[in-house]
């Protein structure tokens, strides 16, 4: 498959269009703003008016767009991609959507004989850039199969988790590991610069150990620098949190570190620090030292 269609050319979605030109497909995007479809059609991909356009131009699409309800509309809604794909094509999924959305787009589109993957990624915009993202992959085993070249043009470490949803359910359960090892981060520098560490040296120190992970690495350094430019914002994370914790209700299971966690990003959102990088969490704690 050759003709790929793109829709959502935000911080992780444009870098991703980018690699699947480099790999040499056959792009065709959409967004809401202009400015990034445009820097895209200026390396050669071809610009749609609309996602229908974009499907009637493709033999699959992927969607990288901010929520459950932009999924919904973007797929299944007037001028998406249901109204402009033909039987045999494939739809992907690639941002953290619901499950109920994910569930209700994948029905749709099998009465029409489309096949439907959820792929949530994990690994930032670095990764995205990079090509190296994590893609954690539902739905059927062929659909996977035929779109495994488009995933490697995107991603190094690609798992098929089984039916429909269960991609979705991997990254929830990546995104409580994200945002509880966020908060370990945040508590030890907070304790590491209140008691006198070189907070460089400290990072230096235990990364290479137990404690060391790609956050450590990569965003402990900038919260030392007082970077809080979002790799991945404080809003989008809350939007995973909050479906986490309606998986959880559904399922009545208690997720204690999550739930705490999620009420200390809420605290940043109350005070306009949405659209911060996740690292921003340090600034909650901050805030509770001081108050």
């Not at 901010?66 to 402009?84: T, Y």
Request: glycine letters at 10%; one cysteine or more; aromatic letters at 4%.
């Amino acid at each position: 498959m050759k003709k790929i269609g793109f829709i959502g050319l935000g911080i992780m979605g444009k870098p991703m269009a980018k690699n699947l030109l480099k790999a040499g497909f056959d792009l065709s995007v959409y967004n809401r703003s202009k400015a990034p479809m445009e820097e895209l059609i200026a390396l050669g991909a071809k610009g749609a008016s609309s996602p229908k356009e974009v499907a009637e131009n493709s033999e699959v699409v992927i969607t990288m767009v901010r929520d459950s309800p932009d999924v919904e509309q973007v797929m299944l809604g007037k001028e998406g991609v249901i109204e402009g794909f033909k039987e045999g094509r494939i739809a992907i999924d690639m941002g953290t959507t619901s499950l109920e959305v994910t569930r209700k787009v994948a029905q749709e589109f099998k009465k029409r004989g489309i096949r439907f993957l959820d792929a949530p990624v994990s690994g930032g915009d670095k990764g995205a850039i990079e090509g190296t993202l994590t893609i954690m992959v539902g739905g059927p085993k062929e659909a996977f199969n035929e779109c495994l070249p488009i995933f490697k043009a995107m991603g190094k470490n690609i798992v098929h988790m089984g039916d429909n949803g269960y991609g979705q359910l991997a990254k929830l359960c990546n995104q409580i590991m994200v945002s509880l090892n966020m908060l370990g981060i945040a508590e030890a520098l907070t304790l590491a610069s209140k008691s006198g560490l070189d907070l460089n040296k400290l990072i230096e120190a235990i990364s290479a150990g137990a404690a060391g992970s790609w956050a450590l690495s990569n965003l402990a350094p900038k919260i030392i620098k007082g970077d809080f430019n979002p790799g991945f914002k404080v809003k989008l994370l809350q939007k995973d949190l909050r479906i986490i914790m309606s998986v959880s209700d559904e399922l009545k299971i208690s997720l204690p570190g999550t739930s705490l966690v999620h009420q200390l990003y809420n605290a940043l959102e109350a005070t306009n620090q949405g659209e911060l990088g996740h690292q921003a969490l340090i600034k909650a704690i901050e805030r509770l030292i001081k108050e």
